[in-house]
């Protein structure tokens, strides 16, 4: 990037940045309320994924009074969004204490009753913790089929607002914290060289995704939702992982020639990309406050389980 600042690794400030440039604080956990529905601002769906440019391309109808993709380009042109329902299968989940890295760490384990599938899952949360809106999330994807942890790297703590949330980051050693998500990853995984694990982070935790990807080459899939673009991470070039990114450019920090040169960056070393735009807030896809961002939120739930079925094996195992 132009007069790119270099950073060693992710620091403090780099994670505390990405907050408070990224989230919102979700509503407080119970039933959603409905909202009054506000259409998202229309602006062309954008392409190219792992080229040098970005092509404008014409929405559809729909797209132009809701919704904001960015779909695949390939040799074939251009395929919009996927679709499919999440099946609705019988799940197991608790909240528990996990031994990783030498310390019990608490996280959300959950996955399909029965034999356990041979592809995992590793959520990261937002700043505001391992909220109902994550462990909520951690069942659609068990639903769908995947084993999932999602981890609390926040010992159980939800800050109440901003300032909380800020200090919770601060109070979070960032070295520890990757060190922590590598013994996850290994918790996943096991000794079963067949089963294939995918990294899905939310704001905050988008930012240690990319910082675990950049160390660690077991992820075969990571998804992005409304990562920090404001700040750049060293050697992003490294990044072998196929990745899909959801970018919310509602709050007016995260523009289009920032996601444009995020993806050229990532796909200098031939990493396949994916990413859809929304006019949206940062925090919709996890807890949509009107109808319009719940309508956004199924499309993208909807699209990062496409990604990740293309990316990760379908199956059982008996471990």
Known sequence: ?????????????????????????????????????????????????????IKLVPGSAAAESAHVSMGMWGETGYRPAGSGATP????????????????????????PSGAAPLSRLLMIHEWWGLTRDVTSAADRFARAGYRVLAIDLFGGATPADRTAAVKQVQSVDSRQAVATLKAALDWLTGSDPNVAVGVVGYGYGATLALQLALEDGRPKALVLEYPDLTVNMENLTRIKTPLLGIFAMGDGMTTLNMITEFRREVSVAGVQTRAYIYQQPPGFSLHPENDAQRADAEKARKEVLEFLRERLPQGTTAS
């Open 88 to 111: 609705a299968i019988p799940i197991t989940g608790r909240i528990m204490e996990i031994p990783l890295d030498g310390a019990k760490v608490r996280g959300y384990a959950v996955q």
């Open 1 to 53: 990037m132009n007069q790119r600042r270099v950073v060693s690794g992710i620091t403090a400030v780099l994670i505390i940045l990405s907050a408070v440039a990224c989230q919102e604080r979700p509503s407080a956990p119970g039933p959603e309320k409905p909202g009054a529905g506000s259409a998202a601002t229309p602006v062309a769906p954008v392409g190219t994924p792992g080229r040098a440019g």
